[in-house]
């Protein structure tokens, strides 16, 4: 069943970029919608590097990239986006009077806009799944490709499966306040070598397992929860690990997808626009951030942040054609409910 929203501006894409396009719109008055295709809000920051610093964010020495999406959210926040997460948007088409686009999500959620700001950074992010038969019965419940909340693992079997940062990161955390079986083809983790030395002696106190040389091979369980995980190694050895959850930590996979295929001008990959408005090649359809690509164009996150303003911007006349765009800074126009917290 699908849900219809009409907005002023749809967003695709909440990494850091799009959501200081909510910002920038907000300021100016429009309402947005903003799309997902992860649970979460924060782009590549939450999702590929929330712990590091980054240190080239105008004002703040050095600031943890999960932090940043933290303060993004804040400063969108008294301009009440409403959030689609976990759903792609997938179909792009002029409404019938031409004021605006339909776009339609995964999820069966329509939205109807007067301008639309492509945030979509290198393209939707999805987990690399194991090829298990089977496995989307317990996505979400049982199985999961990212850890939400700590706590839920709390006095659990948990299997991690991958022998990357996110893999290694994570069995350190849980081993704290679970049973953890680390299970990876190889001997060797691919880590941060201090992580890896301790992962080593954590096994070797018996705090936690590690399951190697073995793959993932089945799961067993009713109704999306698992009781367990089957492994096995090139040989051909089979182990069954009695397990209530597996983390499988096998990397994201970025894909342009459907927005490739929605007749906008392409550049290798890239949306064309035009630097002086962040116009694509279609007119009320904006690219901002790492999606586009024009002479000189920087894949930064402060590059992002003032396409956003030049796109909200150019988006004025097409959702206000009778009101003059008078120039304000925030200093002088404030925002909704003073300052924050
Ligand atoms: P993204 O952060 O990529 O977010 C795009 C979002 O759009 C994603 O959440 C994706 O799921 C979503 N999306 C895409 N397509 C769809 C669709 N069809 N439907 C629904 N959702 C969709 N930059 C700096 O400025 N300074 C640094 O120090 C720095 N360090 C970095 C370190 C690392 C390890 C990495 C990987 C990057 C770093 N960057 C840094 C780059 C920076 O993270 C990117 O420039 C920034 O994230 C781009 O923001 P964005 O919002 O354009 O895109």
Redesign the pocket.
Known sequence: MSTLHKTDVAI????????FAVFQCGMLGFRCHV????DA?????????PE??????PGYPAID?ADLIVKLEQQAAPFAPVFHLG????GMERLPDGGGWRLT??AGTVIEAGAVI?????????PNRPPIPGIEAYEGRSVHYMVKRREDFRGKRVVIAGGGDSAVDWALSLSEIARVMVVHRRPKFRAAFENVCRLEQLHAEGVLELVVPYQLQGLEGVDGRIEAVTVATLEGTVRRLEADALLAFFGLS??????AGWGLELERHHLAVDPASMVTSQPGIFA????NAYPGKL??????FAEAALAAHAIHPILRPDTALHFEYSTTRGVPGGVPA
């Open positions: 695709i894409g909440a990494g850091p970029v799009g959501l799309v997902d295709s992860l809000v924060g782009g590549q920051c939450v999702a590929l590097y590091k610093p980054i240190y080239d964010i990239a759903q792609q948007a997938t999500t995964s492509i945030a979509a950074g290198a393209g939707a992010f999805g970025t894909d342009l997808g459907p927005i901002i951030g790492d999606v894949k930064l996150i402060l590059t992002g």
